[in-house]
Every structure is written in structure tokens, then in C-alpha cells.
């Protein structure tokens, strides 16, 4: 943002709580009228013709834009992504253990990633690694639903399940 003697463009829309008349003016008279308040000449908006300027006190702006965006952050969510992996021939006890960790996954808000990992030859078989992974979905279908259908990366087959939000 440019401040006070930065701003180039040769009138400005004045816009703010602290003037009396909203309106565009020459930068000469903004920077007269800021002067006087004892206070800064601001940019908001450098695209709009013409530019729109605020007469606000900089520092103070620039504390609570800092703010502004920590507040932000603090209030986005971190997405946890726990991956579990397969091989094409898992049998039925893996399957349920691996299965048990996706629910305590799932239910502790995180994503579950499924993978099959085929070693060698064993790529001819990908339609059993889907099916594996498809079962898999189906026996999470109440603790979290499938983002993305299986799809084959490479020698991996790939699948996000992420949790259902419960409602209170």
C-alpha cells in the first residue's frame, strides 16, 4: 500500500469516518486535510479510477490488519492426512486391523488416505486393489465418506476418505 507522498495519481476519492465530506479531490487537498488530522494519507484501492484513500492513522492500520490475518489462521483448520497402505493380496485379518486405525482416524477429525502398492508384476491384478479399496469405503460409509474414488497413480492406487461430521 502506498502512503502519503507515494501516491502518484493526480485526484483521489476520499472515503473514511474522520472527513467531513466523502468525495473525490485533488491529492494535494487530501494530503492538506490529512496533515491537519495529524494522520496518514493511505491507498486502499490503487485499481478503482480514482484511487480510493482513507485518512487513517498507518501504524495503527497495519497492527490490526496483522491481527486481522493471526485471527484468521488461528481460526482455519489444519487438515490431517493418515495414510494407510495395502498390498493387492492383504487378507481378511490385516484388512480388519488396518480398517480398526482408519475408524480411530476418522473419528479424531483426520482424513484417511488408502493406498494399494503393487511390487512388480503384481499391477496386472489392480482390479483387486480396487475392490480391496472400494470394500474398505464401504466399510467406513459411518465414520467418513469416500473424496475420491480409487484411481490408479503409477504403481499405486490411491484413495481420500475423509470423516462425517457429526451432527449435535
Do not use: W
Amino acid at each position: 500500500m502506498r502512503i502519503n507522498g507515494e501516491i502518484t495519481a493526480p485526484r483521489v476519492r476520499l472515503v473514511g469516518d474522520n472527513i467531513e465530506e466523502q468525495g473525490i479531490y485533488p491529492i494535494s487537498q487530501a494530503m492538506h486535510m490529512a496533515d491537519e488530522l495529524g494522520l496518514d494519507l493511505v491507498e486502499i484501492s490503487a485499481k478503482a479510477d480514482p484511487p480510493v484513500c482513507k485518512i487513517i492513522d498507518y501504524q495503527k492500520f497495519l497492527y490490526q490488519q496483522k491481527k486481522k490475518a493471526k485471527e484468521m489462521k488461528s481460526n482455519s483448520a489444519k487438515v490431517v492426512i493418515k495414510e494407510i497402505r495395502f498390498g493387492p493380496n492383504t487378507d481378511e485379518h490385516d484388512f480388519q486391523f488396518k480398517l480398526k486405525h482408519a475408524i480411530e482416524f476418522l473419528q479424531e477429525g483426520s482424513k484417511v488416505k488408502a493406498s494399494v502398492f503393487f511390487k512388480g508384476r503384481s499391477i496386472l491384478y489392480s482390479e483387486q486393489g480396487e475392490k480391496l479399496l472400494l470394500r474398505f469405503a464401504v466399510e467406513l460409509e459411518e465414520y467418513g465418506r469416500a473424496e475420491q474414488m480409487p484411481k490408479l497413480e503409477g504403481k499405486r492406487m490411491i484413495m481420500m476418505i475423509a470423516p462425517v461430521v457429526k451432527k449435535k
